[in-house]
């Protein structure tokens, strides 16, 4: 992969990551503050499934900020763009859609066969 390729896929994890992490402390500082009470059972439950339903969204940010992470770890140690199924180079298409990606189409197709045949 050439260095502009490197350089771009750098810059975009990072602002991707700096993102993440910035909605993250934002969503803190919201959960921290001082909550109304609500006299109305109906109001407080939808306070709560809400609240509950932001959580389940920061928890997959968590785990695609961990995933962006070990990207950035594949960057500086030379092994990002690179199929850990099958060592081939993974296409600058498939990085564009999902730079975090660490198996090529082909492998990834096979994967989620297999996954779908087991019933997992």
């Known amino acids: 992969m050439k260095k502009k390729d490197i350089d771009y896929f750098r810059n975009r994890l990072n602002d991707r990551l700096e993102e993440l992490l910035s909605?993250?402390?934002?969503?803190v500082s919201g959960m921290t503050a001082q909550k109304e009470n609500f006299p109305d059972?109906?109001?407080r439950a939808s306070l709560e499934a809400?609240?509950?339903?932001?959580?389940r969204?920061?928890?997959?940010?968590?785990k695609l900020i961990k995933k962006i992470k070990k990207a950035l770890d594949r960057i500086d140690n030379g092994t990002f763009g690179i199929c850990e199924a099958c060592g081939e180079d993974i296409s600058i298409a498939r990085l564009k859609a999902r730079p975090v990606t660490t198996q090529c189409i082909?492998?990834?197709?096979?994967?989620?066969?297999?996954?779908?045949?087991?019933?997992?």
């Open 106 to 120: 082909e492998c990834k197709t096979k994967e989620e066969a297999q996954e779908k045949a087991l019933g997992l």
């Open 57 to 62: 969204i920061r928890d997959r940010e968590h």
């Open 23 to 27: 909605q993250a402390d934002s969503t």
């Open 41 to 43: 059972p109906t109001d």
């Open 50 to 55: 809400d609240r509950n339903f932001m959580l």
